[in-house]
């Protein structure tokens, strides 16, 4: 039904914000008339479209068809014909370098025998000679300098060939080298003319030029690519320019090249008379002739052919000639040129302050707030390095249901951590990539208190290479990742709780991690793709190299100044789908799964499985949202006093498995309605004789799992998403079997079952 035509016609022409306005310019839509259509025009697009895919012989013709007395349609009816194919393919060339440099791409052209013709792989084939000619050293080549002539006189069938317009300039027919490559780290509009006018220092072959001394010169060796006296290549140019970018530091970046006429002296200065004639770089013809281009059937620029150019036109450099074809002949190896590379850099303020706050609310009845202060340095030690110091304290308390346990807390926190543009070895790897590799040193400490039973203090080393190869995958390798848990300040109550629950003690037990680790991800999500995917792996060790090394203290445990450390070996997997279903419509879909193996200390000491900030844990908002957090599993075990008395839910095991399915939609504006399905559990590695069922059986472990379903209300407010997810269970593992699904039990009127089954999450950002 023509809505919005309805609500045009019932407005009249707005004189200001009335209701008139609404419904002529925001609700309603004009008709669309027959005049204002163009079938003559429409019908050529289409004819020069199947033209452009092989159907040289196609007619389009246009029919207006009448549908009563006030509508019409146009109907158009297309005759392609026969489709032409490629029947050969010839590379014009001579023995010119560049002419060499075409030829050799032959064997790898998108123009290919027996396929049918196209336009899309004539331009295909263009842009990828010119790729090949960029990184040769044809700085000032374009795609439009070549020509692929179409013969279409072979009876169904065309012959290509493929050559450089005679009209092509000298500069586009030389390949060049780098001179001078030219930074200026401290460049701004104000400062132009100081900032380039200061003492250069030379630096491995770069020259930096820092009057304000801003940087260290040793900064830029990693991330300029482009050196002197090699032939240029685009993608040095490209990857300089990313890695410049990707210091961190500056936040504008300017590259800049200059045909240099001397290569007997620098040239620092700005206008300096290396200077070219011409502003884009290119040198002016003493004839001042201007030539036509000469261009046939096939040729995407459309311009029609020009014979006005003359033969053997001589180059004025004397250095060369052109042929008859238009092909540049070099008489020495004299004909490559030098550029100069300039780079104008605008840095960021050096230092900056960070203030956080934030608001917490808990499906168990706490709510809290944190604030945490940071501050950075950028530019420490002048060498690009990112300095940051902060400290964050929180509060969190009880408002209602205080017969479920739990006590007030609080935490502190610190953590200085710097991070290196460079990976930071004695080897001196350095990736080509526009992506700077990084390395990250970090060194925090850590207080959780709850004031009526322990506190738990956590002291962290960490050492940390960050890196990318493309734009959709990155490296996080961590080979020295220390931690050592010291719990202090245990309480009567709290032993009351191990008293019932001794597998809380392992919750603050005392101990160091030892290990590394390594998380590699792949995500190609973009805003208009179809089809996307997320995928993450991670593998957590710890214990293995001290483990062979010291010897146990006792019959029991192996110690570091008197402590124990954790063993084992954890590996971590995810994976997600996103399907765009439509505009504001999308489907997403999870799987995560983890595996950990403790051994050695880990179990000989007060825990049976992986330490307690190891492990895994299911329910809450971002998991399986019908269940409350650390209150589900492991397996099908459940201690019921977690719902109604002081036990801490803590519940937390070796292994986890989880799958969610969610349909996502936009409904108007800022709000967004989704419906979830989730199911999953976690696992225990070895048998537990307090928590018959948490072991995981590979036969058995499917009768374990949880599901549970639900909707949710979404507020995307771009910079922060404020998410509702009301969830129920379907199936309850910890019930006896046969009584696990609890679709029949599902009462939504009766206020009992709403209270006990109806989880609501609140939570900040998408889930997944």
Known sequence: MPIK?????????????????????????????????????????????????????????????????????????????????????????????????????AGESSLIVGKSYSLDSIKAERNRIHAILKEKGYYYFTPDYLIVQADSTENGKVDLYVKVKNTTPITALRPYKLHDVILYPDYSLENDSTATTGTPVNYKGIYVIDSAKRFKPFVFDKSVFLRPDSVYRLSSHDITLQRLINLGV??????????????????????????????????????????????????????????????????????????????????????????????????????????????????????????SVTAKNRNWLHAANLLEIGISGGLEWQTGNKSSGGSNSYSLGAEVAVTIPRFWTPFGLNLRTPYVPRTRISASYDLYSRSDLYNLNAYTVQLQYLWQRTPYLSHSFAPVAITYVLPTKTTPAYDSILANDPSQRAAISKQFILGGNYTITYNNQAPNRVHSFYASANLDVSGNIAGLIIPKSGDTTKNIFKNPFAQYERLTLEGRYYWQLGKGKQWINRLYMGYGIPYGNSITGISNSLPFVKQYFTGGSSSIRAFRARTLGPGSYHNPQVDSSSLLANEAGDIKLEFNSEVRLHIASVFNFAAFVDAGNIWLQREEPLKPGAQFKLKTFYKDIAVGAGVGLRIDASIVVVRFDLAFPLRVPYNPEGERWVLDDIKIGDPDWRKKNLILNIAIGYPF
């Open 5 to 105: 035509l309805w609500l045009y016609n019932l407005g009249k022409e707005p004189k200001g914000k009335g209701l008139n306005y609404l419904l002529r310019k925001k609700w309603g839509e004009p008709p669309v008339l027959l005049s204002q259509a163009k079938p003559e025009y429409t019908s050529d697009v289409l004819e020069q479209y199947l033209v452009d895919n092989g159907y040289f012989q196609a007619v389009v013709t246009s029919e207006v068809k009448n549908k009563g007395s006030k509508k019409a349609s146009l109907q158009y009816n297309a005759e392609p014909h026969h489709r032409y194919t490629i029947k050969k393919v010839t590379f014009i060339t001579d023995s010119s370098n560049i002419g060499k440099s075409i030829a050799a791409t």
């Open 250 to 371: 500056f936040k504008f970046v300017k590259g800049q090249f200059r045909v240099v006429r001397d290569t007997s002296r620098h040239n620092f200065e700005m206008g300096n008379p290396n200077a070219p004639a011409n502003p884009d770089g290119t040198i002016r013809d003493s004839s001042n002739r201007t030539y036509g281009n000469q261009v046939a059937y096939g040729d995407t620029t459309g311009r029609r052919r020009n014979d006005s150019t003359s033969s053997n036109r001589r180059d004025t450099t004397g250095r060369g000639f052109y042929n008859t074809y238009g092909n540049y002949y070099a008489t020495s190896s004299s004909d490559t040129g030098y550029l100069d590379a300039r780079f104008y850099l605008t840095p960021y303020q050096r230092r900056s302050l960070q203030t956080e706050l934030r608001g917490t609310s808990k499906s168990n009845g706490f709510v809290g707030s944190q604030i």
